[in-house]
């Protein structure tokens, strides 16, 4: 497939990363010779297929939502499958009659948490496809983060074995209509993914902590939340600004300031270790998901 084409794309799947890379690529941000021509994205229940309809209306013309049941149509009309089930679901979606056929020459992309090319390969072609490279499917792994809703994701992405250089372009372009993209090995994929997927959750985290404080001093969460949520932006883009965090964080805590005593007590509960933990269990976890 070349990249110079006006793609179908099928998402099996859709549902909120799936959504918001949908829209992302209804509606790129640049004009290249690359687009989409028409999309058809399954879910799982009729409720999720009102939804999607509802979020993607202003492009109903190129879209066509279906339910589970009409996977393998989806996938044999597409020349790009996304899959953005949840990994549980994998086995189903795969054991579906016509399915695993369907998936032949085409460009799979996969979002799904834990699940590697190798794991791919073996669920569309079977046991010994790791070692039948003639065979192989032509697969692109991804961990994209949830500001794809808002066109700020960082995404992170690699290729199987033998994916073409035309394959892993188109993509980089799908993510790259949902924020940033970049290409890692696959040996760095599971630290690198729960770093993407939950660093977020983990500093959200930390933001709730910061408001709680803020309740309990007197003051109603509303009225400083978004005080709170954009001083933190604006910090952490001075880092790859050019400012290393522990560098940043000297500037900040001033001789004998609030800054340095809240520091302090952070260090005394552990609090760094504690996120370091935090993401290495999520890598290991990432690891074990393609096994179970």
């Known amino acids: ?30 004009t290249t010779d690359l ?64 399915f695993k056929e369907a998936l032949q020459g085409k460009l ?79 040996s760095s994929f599971d630290i690198c993914a729960v770093l993407v997927g939950c660093s977020g959750s983990l500093l959200l985290l930390a933001i709730d902590g910061l408001l709680d404080a803020a309740v309990a001093e007197g003051v109603k969460r509303p009225d400083v939340q978004n005080l709170v949520v954009n001083s933190a932006i604006g910090m952490m883009k001075l880092v790859p600004a050019g400012d290393h965090p522990s560098v940043l964080r000297e500037k900040i805590a001033s001789p004998g300031g609030c800054s340095i005593r809240a520091l302090l007590e952070l260090e005394k509960l552990g609090v760094r270790s504690a996120f370091t933990t935090a993401i290495m269990a999520a890598a290991e976890k990432s690891k074990r998901m393609s096994s179970s």
């Not at 070349?2 to 941000?29: E, H, K, Y």
């Not at 589970?68 to 790009?80: C, I, S, Y």
Request: hydrophobic content about 45%; glycine content about 8%.
């Open 1 to 30: 497939m070349g990249i110079n084409a006006q793609l179908t794309v099928a998402v099996i799947g859709c549902g909120t990363l799936g959504t918001a890379i949908t829209a992302g690529i209804l509606s790129p941000t640049e």
């Open 35 to 98: 687009g989409v021509k028409h999309i058809t994205a399954t879910v799982g229940t009729e409720p999720s297929k009102q939804r999607v309809e509802n979020t993607l209306s202003q492009h109903s013309s190129r879209l066509i939502v279906l339910t589970q049941e009409e996977n393998v149509r989806a996938v044999r009309e597409a020349d790009v499958v996304l899959l953005a089930m949840k990994p549980v679901k994998r086995t189903d979606v795969f054991a579906a009659p016509g």
């Open 108 to 186: 799979v992309i996969s979002i799904m948490a834990g699940i590697t090319t190798k794991a791919l390969n073996s669920l569309a072609l079977g046991e010994d496809a790791a070692s039948n490279s003639g065979r192989a499917l032509q697969c692109v792994r991804a961990m994209p983060n949830m500001a794809a809703k808002i066109r700020e994701a960082v995404t992170f992405y690699t290729a199987g074995p033998g994916t073409t250089k035309e394959n892993l372009e188109i993509a980089s372009w799908v993510f790259s209509q949902v924020g940033e993209a970049q290409s890692i090995p696959e």
